[in-house]
Every structure is written in C-alpha cells, then in structure tokens.
C-alpha cells in the first residue's frame, strides 16, 4: 500500500495499515464492511505545512483505500489536519467532539461521517495497530 502514502503526512501511514487491513478481509468480512458503512468517504488533510492530501475511502462498492479524491461521487468529504486525523484513528478523539469544536469539517452527508470511526476501528483490530 506504499502508493497511498504521502510524505509529511501521519494520515498516510494510518491510512496504508488500513488498506492493508482492507486487503486481508475475506470477501465475507469485505462485503460486511461494505454492507455496514455503504458509502464512499473523500479525506482532505492538511499537515503543519499547510500541504493538503487526498485520500479515498470506498466502502460503497470497492472496499479499498486510495490516493486521490473520490472516483466515483463522495458521500462525504471530511477536511481535517493530519493531528486530528491520528486522534480520531488512535480513538484519542471522539468524531462528534472534533466536528462540534471546529477541528473536523465535512461537505456532503454528515450522518455518513459516523461511520467512519467504525471503520478504522475494525481496521485497527485486524491491522493489529
């Protein structure tokens, strides 16, 4: 999953151990992930240097992760820096609590962005993160 990564940036590294995650699902536990989230999740990070990345997770169809934004429409796009991206992967910080303070923004369905934390949770399981 070295193709996702992006120098500079902590969210990569989180983001490739979860494509690698992705990868190691049986189709059964894939098309659960996909059944459970059902939707196509469009992350814009900004890092200290004030450098922005994009990355895509697809849990509508794929059940991949890939650089780049969305190729098919987002259901949502999350903006957020790099720091708060690790807290909410780490569980350091409570997805509602960062969008009610300012730190997570999103554009589109934000009802799907509850969703996410779910994800990176099971990621983290099976990644052994």
């Known amino acids: 999953m070295s193709d996702i990564k992006v120098e500079g940036f902590k969210a990569s590294e989180i983001l490739s151990r979860l494509g690698s995650a992705f990868e190691g699902f049986t189709d059964a536990e894939r098309k659960a992930q996909i059944k459970k989230a059902n939707g196509v999740f469009e992350l814009r990070i900004t890092n200290g240097n004030k450098q922005e990345a994009v990355w895509t997770i ?72």
Not at 77 to 93: E, I, N, P, R, W
Not at 96 to 102: E, L, P, V
């Open 58 to 129: 697809d849990m509508k169809e794929k059940g991949t992760v890939y650089k780049g934004p969305a190729q098919s429409k987002p259901g949502v796009v999350l903006l957020m820096s790099d720091d708060t991206f690790a807290q909410l992967a780490d569980g350091k910080l409570d997805g509602q609590k960062a969008f009610m303070t300012g730190k997570l923004k999103t554009k589109g369905n934000a009802m799907l962005a509850t969703k996410l934390t779910p994800i990176l949770e099971t990621a983290k399981g099976k990644a052994k993160l």
